[in-house]
């Protein structure tokens, strides 16, 4: 198994170096890159677009016979090119993209992700300023989405084909046909001051009277205002494990060793949870890193945007609508590897919840 996790993590290198790569030539032929949002500002445009969608004329200021304002920066004609080249300088496009590269991954493998173009803050503490909120909606949505769907799962299995499996199956496929964004706004309607009752807070992670609250205030208040996004993310992840879990135990349900320890006279207590849980389980355990993981760092930017919090999925959204490209690499890097390690610590979950798993002899 040693030989196995030291192949997996040399392979970590180069899969996120194609990861870093790609994004990065990408990004090379997007327009409206960090110094057009500044021009457009400067201008007063707006809108770095704006500048694009006027590309084919003149304009007044142009520089005679065309030349950089006409190519590369539309919207700077009435600016000096001094000017241009001292922004160049400062976000270090007055280098090649290659070095440009190197000298990023290079900094990369200090730990120096650099500082946000608009913000004045690293992009470690940015992160870190917004990590309360991800890991908020990402641990109780998939501890919840677990601790229910899994019974669930269960008592669907050993109820196959009855009314109670009919209903339960009807319910958790209509609560997955439900858009997440408009169960969220219904919430708000609802139970937010919207039209009818306000049991609880509109927006924000916590009140504005935090620091002054005990510690049970403070949990408590923490939970009132993180109920109704979590109940609007985790509506439409019960179905998936749900039935994953009914369909993993009606598999080993139906095996032969289960009849046997039936007719040993088991209880069907000892034979679902002493027999089958471990084998009818192994997927759906194993893969919790993964999914926490897949629910941390996707975020809900739609979900973030409608409660009103400040997590990870609007802070790459941000990052990507302004060109803020510090942020956008450093995270990418930095959810990237932990995305990777993940992968690893999944298979190691498969051989903790069944030793008899051995990845080296399938590779063999």
Do not use: C
């Not at 949002?37 to 445009?45: L, P």
């Not at 109670?164 to 997955?176: E, R």
């Amino acid at each position: 198994m040693g030989a196995y996790i030291l192949r997996r993590l040399l392979l970590v290198i180069p899969t996120l170096l194609g990861i870093m790569v790609v994004n990065f030539t990408l990004v090379q032929f997007v327009p409206g890159g960090p110094i057009e949002q500044i021009i457009a500002q400067i201008e007063g445009q707006g809108d770095v677009f704006a500048g694009f969608a006027g590309s084919g004329d003149a304009g007044a200021g142009a520089e005679p016979g065309g030349g950089v304002f006409d190519d590369k920066y539309v919207g700077a004609r009435g600016l000096p090119p001094e000017f241009i080249a001292e922004l160049e300088k400062e976000f270090g496009f007055d280098k090649p993209p290659l070095e440009r590269f190197l000298g990023m991954m290079g900094n990369y493998l200090t730990l120096d992700f650099g500082e946000s173009y608009f913000r004045s803050i690293s992009v470690i503490d940015l992160v870190l300023e917004k990590m309360p909120v991800s890991i908020s909606l990402g641990l109780w949505s998939t501890l919840i989405a677990y601790l229910v769907s899994i019974p669930l799962g269960i008592r669907k299995a050993v109820k196959d084909g009855s009314t109670f499996d009919t209903w339960t199956s009807g319910t958790i496929i209509v609560a997955y046909a439900i858009p997440g964004f408009l169960f969220a706004i219904l919430l708000l309607v609802l139970f937010a001051g919207g039209s009818y009752w306000q049991i609880f807070p509109l927006r924000g992670l916590t009140s504005d009277n935090w620091d002054s609250l005990s510690l049970m205030g403070k949990i408590a208040d923490y939970f009132w205002h993180i109920t109704l996004p979590i109940i609007a993310l985790t509506i439409s992840a019960f179905a998936t494990l749900t039935l994953l879990t009914k369909n993993s135990f009606l598999d080993e349900i139906k095996k032969q060793y289960v009849m046997t320890a039936r007719a040993k006279g088991l209880s069907e207590g000892k034979v679902l949870y002493g027999h089958v849980f471990r084998n009818a389980m192994l997927i759906v355990i194993a893969g919790f890193p993964a999914v926490f993981i897949g629910v941390f760092f996707g975020g809900s930017i739609i979900i973030e945007t409608i409660f009103s919090l400040d997590g990870l999925g609007r802070l790459g959204f941000e990052a990507a609508v302004a060109r803020d490209y510090p942020v956008i690499f450093g995270t990418l890097f930095i959810f990237g590897l932990m995305g990777l390690v993940v992968g690893i610590i999944s298979d190691l979950m498969y051989v903790l919840v069944d030793p008899r798993i051995d990845f080296e002899k399938r590779e063999g």
